[in-house]
């Protein structure tokens, strides 16, 4: 090859990154309306961040990544426990956390800013960021292995009900949450037909129900889940 050719390579190949980085830019900016929902930036939401910063949530925990890496992270919070799991955590943490080994301090949060804090999270929640960061959950809710051992094995459902946030709020053995009531022996008062509907749709057994839809959950998870709970006596 020629010097001339490798210079002719080099040129080409350069202009025509930098034409696609330009391209790819302008195409990312012109998507952040739509991907971020910026039309629904209400007045809440705003005060919810204003609340976010009063508090300094942000010392423990990240949000879109930034923050502290104490505590979870909040970008998906809503989706994990709901607008009552929220309430229930900011208001009361010393009993929503009592058996966690980290601690979130009570801040006598007002109830209205409560309530801007749910409407920013969910704005929050709702940004088109292809699921990045990675929520910080599964390794809190392994806790209370001693469960599976208790439950003779770690069966499929026993592991669902481990892996998947259902210990955020509720307990077996007397260790897990306490937003829910506990579950030792939710199959004396439930058949199977009525935990499974349960799970998928709180309402559609209960109205008031304040636990939210368990929608991540596979419907092979979904049924391994109800065996498990249904044979709780
Ligand atoms: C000093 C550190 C600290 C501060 C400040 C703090 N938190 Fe927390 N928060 C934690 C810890 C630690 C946990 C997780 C406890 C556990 O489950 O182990 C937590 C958990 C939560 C959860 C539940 C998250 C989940 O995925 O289950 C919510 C919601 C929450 N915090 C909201 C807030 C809000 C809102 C503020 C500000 C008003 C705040 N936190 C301030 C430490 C903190
Ligand atoms: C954010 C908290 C929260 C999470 C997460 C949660 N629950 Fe619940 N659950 C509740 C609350 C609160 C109730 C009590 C009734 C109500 O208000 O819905 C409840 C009730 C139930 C009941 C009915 C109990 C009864 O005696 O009537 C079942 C069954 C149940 N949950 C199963 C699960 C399973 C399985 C998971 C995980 C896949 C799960 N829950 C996750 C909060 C939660």
Not at 24 to 50: F, M, Y
Not at 117 to 138: C, E, H, R
Request: glycine share 10%.
């Amino acid at each position: 090859m020629s010097q001339k050719t490798a210079f002719r390579i080099f040129i080409i190949g350069t202009l025509a990154s930098g034409v696609l980085f330009l391209a790819l830019t302008w195409d990312t900016h012109r998507q952040v309306e739509t991907l971020s929902h910026a039309d629904k930036l209400s007045p809440q939401v705003i005060a919810g961040k204003r609340t976010f910063e009063k508090y300094n949530c942000n010392d423990c925990h990240t949000i879109l990544g930034f923050g502290g890496y104490y505590a979870p992270d909040m970008t998906r919070v809503v989706q994990r426990v709901g607008e009552e799991g929220i309430r229930f955590r900011v208001k009361n943490p010393e009993r929503a956390f009592a058996d966690s080994w980290r601690k979130m301090p009570q801040q006598h949060v007002s109830d209205a800013e409560v309530e801007n804090l749910i409407a920013f999270f969910t704005w929050v929640g709702n940004i088109n960021n292809g699921d990045w960061p990675p929520q910080d959950s599964k390794k809190r809710m392994t806790r209370g292995e001693e469960i599976a051992v208790a439950a003779g094995g770690l069966s499929p459902g026993a592991a669902v009900f481990q892996n998947r946030g259902c210990m955020n709020c509720h307990s077996l053995h007397g260790k897990g949450g306490t937003f829910g009531p506990p579950l030792d022996t939710v199959g004396r008062r439930l058949d199977l037909e009525r935990i499974e509907h349960y799970i998928r749709n709180p309402k559609s057994i209960n109205p008031n129900a304040k636990m939210p839809p368990q929608k991540d959950l596979s419907e092979k998870e979904l049924e391994e889940v109800t065996k498990f709970l249904a044979g709780l006596k």
